[in-house]
């Protein structure tokens, strides 16, 4: 491979259009297996224990559309996941050395895991949770219950995709501490601003009540501490290996 760093900018912006056609196209052929699945799975979300006693309804002509193609779009966009991982090592691997694009195309897999396990999480702890909620406060307050099944699904992706992404946390920080651009005394550093930064992403998640604000930010919190963590063992690895690979230039200078 071509070192990244000799390559001119039209090279580098030629190798990122070819990325995302790649990417594009595959995001066209996982749409066509969405709109296959997107019936079953709209089928199965509506069924589920906690939606049973919603009355789903469409307020307008497009709705049961609208709601059609989204799905068919999440479903696609999920299958090719390992796609958009690999097209983004694959653009920024020219500029690593032989070891390092070794060592971060096995992250991929992890990477893959951990977006599954956001969309678990959310899916299994955090919808029901929030269903169930809404739920006893309508009844509480006397108050019929109308849904429209394009906002009961908007609220569905909502809290389910924006996991995914963020669990990505640990792979980008053990990413970027292999690649040197980051450090865990950074991380330390600036912990209470990132700390902060989670609140308000959880904010943004979860509707205006305490209890599931805490339910989304505790795990995020945890995460950042996992990343330290990994960030500290990715360090210490990635210092052991240039100390040795100075000793041998040394070894190598003084033969």
Known sequence: MKNQRDMPFLAHFEELRKRVITTAIFLVIGMIGGFLMAPTVIEYLQNIPQAQDFPMNAFQLTDPLQV?????????????????????????APGLGEKERKVTLSYIPFAIILFLGGIAFAYYILVPYLLEFLANIGETLNITEQYGIKEYFSFLFRLTIPFGFLFQLPVLIMFL???????????????KYAYFGLLVIAAFITPPELVSHIMVTVP????????????????????????????????????
């Open 177 to 191: 501490t292999r690649l040197g651009l980051i450090t865990p005394m950074f991380l330390h550093k600036i912990r």
């Open 68 to 92: 059609y193609i989204n799905f068919a779009f999440v479903i696609g966009l999920i299958i090719i996941v390992p796609v958009i991982l690999y097209q983004t090592w694959a653009f920024i």
């Open 220 to 255: 995020l919190l945890l995460l950042y501490e996992l990343s330290l963590v990994i960030s500290r063992a990715v360090y210490r690895k990635r210092l052991k290996e240039e100390a040795e690979a100075q000793r041998e230039m040394a070894d190598n200078y003084t033969e």
